[in-house]
Each structure stands twice: as C-alpha cells, then as structure tokens.
Nanobody
Framework: QVQLVESGGGLVQAGGSLRLSCAAS????????MGWFRQAPGKERAIVAA????????YYADSVKGRFTISRDNAKNTVYLQMNSLKPEDTAVYSCAAARVFAGILTTYSYWGQGTQVTVSS
C-alpha cells in the first residue's frame, strides 16, 4: 500500500509559479513511478507529467512542456511539480498517483492522492 498526500496548491496570478509536493508513505514508495494529474471543472482528469522511480524517464503533456517540471527526492519519498508561467487554463485540482511500472502515457496508476486546488487568476 502507498498513501499519497499533496500540498502546495493555492491562488496565484497568471505568470506566477507554484511548487506542488506529493508525500508518499509506505515501505516501498520510492520504487514507484509517479504522475501528476489535473481535473478542471466540467473536464475529465488528464495527465500532466510523470516520471520513473529513478527519475530518469519523464513524460509531459504538450500543454505544460517547457513550463512544468516533475522531479522526485526518493530519500524524502516526495515528488514535486514545479509550475512556472502559470496560465488561467492551468486552474484545476491537481492529484498525484503512483504506479509499479513506468510506461509514459500508458502508465497504469494504482494509488491516488486526494488532490490540491490550484487557481490561476488573470
């Protein structure tokens, strides 16, 4: 079992930055591939970024490439999503998820956090 808790969401003006954190607990949490998803009101949940347990392999949605960076600190069992140049369309609930195997956009996630709200004002 892996438990995930997100933090770092909030209200920011367009062009600003936020860093989300996802703290994972569980004996083998650092062995899991991790992903960040977002869901805006009235829209389906969508993948934002993901990375392998080693941090070497990554995936980014086209809409965030060059603006968002996913990273992890396995010693702290924490995954981060650095979000720069935020836009109003980035407004959503952001959730992290864990998977046993990293497969880019095809990764199947087994564990999910509750999510944190990010609101970008224009």
């Amino acid at each position: 079992q892996v438990q995930l808790v997100e933090s770092g969401g909030g209200l920011v003006q367009a062009g600003g930055s936020l860093r989300l954190s996802c703290a994972a607990s569980g004996r083998t949490a650092s062995n899991y591939a991790m992903g960040w998803f977002r869901q805006a009101p009235g829209k389906e949940r969508a993948i934002v970024a993901a990375l392998s347990w080693s941090g070497i392999s990554t995936y980014y949605a086209d809409s965030v490439k060059g603006r968002f960076t996913i990273s992890r600190d396995n010693a702290k069992n924490t995954v981060y999503l650095q979000m720069n140049s935020l836009k109003p369309e980035d407004t959503a609930v952001y959730s992290c998820a864990a998977a046993r195997v990293f497969a880019g956009i095809l990764t199947t996630y087994s564990y999910w956090g509750q999510g944190t709200q990010v609101t970008v004002s224009s």
